[in-house]
């Protein structure tokens, strides 16, 4: 089972901080791909926030470079999101795939899981 799956959202305040989790129970996702966080606001499309390679280091969108730290655990089939200093711009759905550039869409359309919500609101 490829799906992923996220957890880890919620209601904050502004400056305060989340982590978010995905997970898979597909070992060949974290064996050959490249990972990434994106995240969908109410009426935009979705957008890629950060990726990170088996090996390597991350890359990350401008606007939460500094503030969002992606990290993977190979031996546990994990991604993680840490967010930092959060902000209003940053509510939407965050979800996990595969990242951009490696197998077609009509195949990755089948990894979306249901996201996770997070909400920076005072």
């Known amino acids: 089972q490829v799906q992923f799956v996220e957890s880890g959202g919620g209601l904050v305040q502004p400056g305060e901080s989340l982590r978010l989790s995905c997970t898979t129970a597909?070992?060949?996702?974290?064996?050959?791909?490249?990972l990434a966080w994106y995240r969908q606001a109410p009426g935009k499309q979705r957008d890629l926030v950060a990726s990170v390679p088996r090996r390597g280091s991350p890359s990350y969108a401008n606007s939460v470079k500094g503030r969002f730290t992606i990290s993977r655990d190979n031996s546990t089939n994990t991604v993680i999101l840490q967010m930092t200093n959060l902000k209003a711009e940053d509510t939407a759905v965050y979800y996990c795939?595969?990242?951009?550039?490696?197998?077609?869409?009509?195949?990755?359309?089948?990894?979306w899981g249901q996201g996770t919500q997070v909400t920076v609101s005072s």
């Open positions: 795939n595969v990242a951009p550039g490696q197998l077609p869409s009509t195949v990755t359309r089948d990894y």
């Open positions: 597909s070992r060949i996702m974290f064996a050959r791909y490249k």
